[in-house]
């Protein structure tokens, strides 16, 4: 089992641009959420994927969306993009219909913003 | 809105040494995770900690849940280099619209 897998890795975008992220749920996992953590802070929530649709959302503009696909994988688009994007966006998968309900993460992906 | 706090924030300690981290949250859970980040590194799952008096442990590492207190904590004992990192946690809120919120992270540095 590969796990959660992400890409790119790092990637270097100029303000204004937009993005795309991909996320590869764990076999099994049904859900995909999406993190952004800035460097010495905690995750904070984007939103979760379930059944190709948005299920919750955190305190995001519009400017970051999201797409789930029939096999489960996500990406995340940020368009018009800020200095303040700069983060390590992290994806996590878990089983929705399981007890623990236990978000496995991936290992992110680096945007840096000039 | 779902309010998470961690203490403390930065935790030097000696090895050998016992310490506890606290993970207070505002609103009733439904699930509380612990997780462990390396530098540069991804979230390694540690606990999850569903109904009120939980505890589990792994190796140096005991984590219990206080649901009526709307508290967690995780306990180090005997501390060793090797545990040196960021601890999150993570709550899962059962309120309607309650989101996933991790707190900010408690920095552990244990020292020879």
């Known amino acids: 089992d590969a796990g959660v897998t992400q890409s790119p890795t790092h990637l270097i975008k100029t303000r204004g641009q937009q993005v795309t992220l991909r996320c590869s749920p764990k076999?099994?996992?049904?859900?995909v959420s999406w993190y952004q953590q800035a460097l010495g802070q905690g995750p904070q929530f984007i939103f979760q994927?379930?059944?190709?649709?948005?299920?919750q959302r955190g305190n995001f503009p519009d400017r970051f969306s999201g797409h789930q696909f029939p096999n489960y994988s996500s990406e995340l688009n940020v368009n018009a993009l800020l200095l303040g994007d700069s983060a390590l966006y992290l994806c996590a998968s878990s089983y929705t219909g399981g007890v623990y309900n236990e978000q496995f993460f991936g290992p992110g992906t680096r945007l840096t913003v000039l | 809105e779902l309010k998470v706090e961690q203490n403390p924030l930065f935790l030097s300690m000696q090895e050998g040494k016992n310490y506890t981290i606290y993970c207070n949250y505002s609103?009733?859970?439904?699930?509380l995770y612990w997780y462990r980040q390396d530098p540069g590194k991804s979230l390694e799952s540690l606990f999850v900690?569903?109904?009120?008096?939980a505890v589990k442990q792994e190796g140096r590492l005991m984590a219990s849940l206080d649901t009526k207190a709307r508290l967690s904590t995780l306990h180090i004992t005997a501390a060793v280099h090797d545990l040196s990192a960021t601890y999150f946690c993570l709550i899962l809120g059962r309120t309607s619209g309650s989101r996933l919120t991790f707190g900010e992270g408690t920095q552990l540095t244990v020292n020879p």
């Open positions: 076999s099994g996992h049904d859900t």
């Open positions: 994927y379930y059944e190709e649709e948005e299920r």
């Open positions: 900690l569903l109904s009120n008096g």
């Open positions: 609103t009733t859970s439904d699930r």
